[in-house]
């Protein structure tokens, strides 16, 4: 398996700690992401939308980090982190679509346009974190682990953006449950670091 990747991608790093974590071998391959190596051939035939990371397994093209780790977890890893009954799944759905949505459109845009200049409305990134952090906080107060009683893929697709939020300029201080799970999941056997986490 190979995953086209970029060491500084909070989403390329999704997949990268999952696969730490469950004991899935990859075979990285570093995208010169500056040269626009990921909208040329041949990366831009395996993804179109001309984006990383992208998963490459046989015949298997994946090209989303969640849609990533939804197959690694179903295909190579132990049930745990991803349950197979309807409410354990749905339960884990839910929250890579708060990774996709509120988290990538808050602390993880408010790092775009802090750590890389990405032209991006940084109030709203701002203000998009005032809501989804207190959310993600009272949530932590009364769970351990996002989506269930033990760590799933739903807490490796919520951990990059939320872990890297002060590149951004948004400051966790303020939520002590969530700088907790994130030592939490520092503290997984296999975890693997990235640069700022």
């Not at 051939?41 to 397994?57: F, K, R, S, Y």
């Not at 980090?65 to 190579?76: D, F, G, R, T």
């Not at 989506?147 to 951990?159: G, K, L, N, R, S």
Request: hydrophobic share 50%; with cysteine; glycine share 6%.
């Amino acid at each position: 398996m190979k995953l086209y990747d970029l060491v500084l991608s909070g989403n390329c790093y999704k997949v990268r700690l999952f696969a730490a974590l469950a004991q899935v071998p990859l075979d990285i391959e570093p995208v010169d992401f500056l040269a626009g190596a990921h909208k040329r051939a041949p990366l831009i035939d395996l993804n179109p939308w001309g984006e990383i990371p992208i998963l490459v397994d046989g015949e298997v093209v994946l090209r989303d980090s969640q849609a990533i780790l939804v197959y690694l977890a179903q295909k190579y890893a132990a049930p745990q982190w991803l349950p197979r009954d309807p409410a354990g799944m749905a339960a884990v759905v839910q929250w890579l679509s708060t990774a996709a949505n509120e988290v990538q459109n808050g602390p993880a845009s408010a790092r775009l346009v802090d750590k890389f200049g990405y032209a991006i409305d940084k109030a709203d990134t701002l203000r998009r974190s005032a809501r989804i952090l207190p959310l993600l906080e009272a949530h932590l107060s009364q769970h351990t682990w996002l989506a269930a009683e033990q760590p799933t893929i739903a807490d490796c697709a919520v951990f990059p953006y939320v872990a890297l939020a002060p590149e951004g300029g948004v400051d966790l201080e303020p939520y002590p449950q969530i700088r907790a799970w994130i030592q939490r999941v520092k503290a997984l056997p296999d975890f693997l670091p990235m640069p700022g986490v």
